[in-house]
Every structure is written in C-alpha cells, then in structure tokens.
C-alpha cells in the first residue's frame, strides 16, 4: 500500500521527518511546505519531491494526500494541525503538541470531528534503551518502580539559534520544549503524575525571556517518586536517566546500552539495538495510518495532553511554591 504524505516545516526536525519517509516503501512523499520559499525548495529538490510551497492550504489540498507531519515552530501547532484534520488527513505533529492543555483539547477535538489520526512526535518512546526498558518494567524484570529520575544538562545551542527560541510565546519555556520528552518517558514507564512540585529560574542565559534552570518532583500513582534535572548552563553537558524498582536498577541514556543491577548489585551492561528512533517513530505512524487507529507505542493526542497537563502543573508550583496537582 503506497501512503501520500506531505511535511510542514524543512528544518532539522522536518528533514528528519524526510528521512523516515524515504526509508519507509509505503511513503510517498508527495509535497513540502515552508515560510521560507528557499527551505521548502531545497527539501524538494534534495529529497525529489514533486510539490513544494511556502502555503500550507495549497500543501493540504494536494489531491491524495492521506498523512503530514507537522514540524513546524511550537506556537504554531494550534493553527497549522486543525487545518490537517479539517481536510481528514492524518497527522504526526511535533512535540510538544501544544502550548496549553487548552489548545492541545482543541487540536484532538479537531481530529476527532473528521476521525483523522492526531499522533505526536514522543520520539524517545523508539529509541532502543527506553523501549528496552519500557520492556523490563512491564515483564516484572524491574519488579515494582518506585524512584526515577532525568539528569539533563547542556547549552541547548540548536532551540537558541532559532528565530522563535528566545521568547516563551513562541517556545513555551525550557520546560515545555525540552521536558515534555522526558515527562513523556517517566509516564510511559512508571504511570501517570498526580503531583508535581518545582523551583524554575532565569540564571545565566542571555537574550531569553524563560528559565534556564529548572527541577522538578513527581508523584506518580501507587506513591513511586520522581525528579528531572533540566538546564542550559551545563558547558559539560550530561543526560541520562535512571529508573529503580524493588527487583533491578537500570540506568541509561537515549541511545546506546543499558546498565542493569538487580539484587545482587552486580552491574551488567546490555546492548541495545541502532534502530533510528526517528526511522521507527515515522514506521509506527504509517502503520496507524494503514489501521485507521493510533498503533502503539505512537503517542496519541491525549498522551500530548497528559504530559502538558503535569508541565502546567510545574508552571504553577514554580509560581505558588506549593505542590500542584495535575488536572486535565
């Protein structure tokens, strides 16, 4: 079955959306949009697509056209993913889906209306560690969790470089660009967050309007804690995670193996697969797209929300110094 697919946004993420279609036979990528003219030209050419266009209406119009990807700046997902979903077509939109719980409820009643798919970008759900250890947490390898947490650290020198990645209009703040990755993790590991609390402050990073620092706590379901560490201040740089249960410890980063310890507390390194999470991420949507339904693990609209609904949650609690519970 040969799929049309079309992608909003030619920048780095975009072109790695391009690249997960041209591995996949299925795709057949049909168009390219972009505000810049230049962006949207170089994608066609480079990529040998037939259609490209700085207008996203004459993109969504292309007769045929079953899935996009949406992958464009984060303010911009509210009006570009209903557009999508108007027409029926099926859409992978970037993280985070949005910048409220509100818009992101409105982007899912959208797709709803139409029954198109709404799925989003919570790429590290395919890479092979965290889908190793996703694994492990529901066989009963790691026994019940009850502590996990993220270090993440650096200067973040990609977001900041980009026109919209200095102002928390257009961002959403470190928080909400960068952790809902990682929030999206610890969730789809250990349960839902009921309770979040967190300190967030603008140190060091100039020409921002956002937190350069920020840690938050969690309570998840069943009384399991956890914490992330995030900032852009690190010159180091450092992230990996850490996941305990009553049975085994396991600590890994994004890519490349895991460390194992159970009881005994002899540690054991674990290869894990080079599949290209991205590669996989774009597999799964069109596999969804075949079955008219969300495939797992793709994260559907409401898991978009659920992990917005607890950096809401980390919002208020760096705002009222109290512990916030997460509604949505």
Known sequence: MSINVAVIGCGGMGRGHLNGYQAD???????VA???????????S????PFHTTDINALLDLPGLQA????????TH???TPMAAARGIHTLCEKPLALSVEDARKMIDAASRTKAILAVGHVLRFAPPVAEVFRMARSGELGRVVN?????????SAFLALSWGREARTLGGLVRTLNCHEIDVLRWISGEITHVGAEMAHLMVEGIDYEDVAWMTFTFEGGALGLIG????????????????????VRFRTSGPITVAGRDRKSVERPTSDKVAVHEQIRCFLDSVEAGQIVAPLADGMEGLKGLAVIDAAYRSAETGMKERVVW
């Open 25 to 31: 036979p299925r795709a057949r990528i049909v168009g």
């Open 34 to 44: 972009d505000l810049s003219e230049e962006a949207a030209r170089k994608a066609a």
């Open 46 to 49: 480079d990529y040998g697509v």
């Open 68 to 75: 996009v990807s949406v992958v464009t700046p984060n303010h």
């Open 78 to 80: 509210i009006d570009v």
């Open 148 to 156: 996990s947490y993220v270090l993440r650290m650096g200067t973040a």
């Open 230 to 249: 995030q900032n852009i201040v690190h010159y180091l740089g450092n992230h990996y995670y850490e996941v305990m249960g009553t049975e085994a410890t």
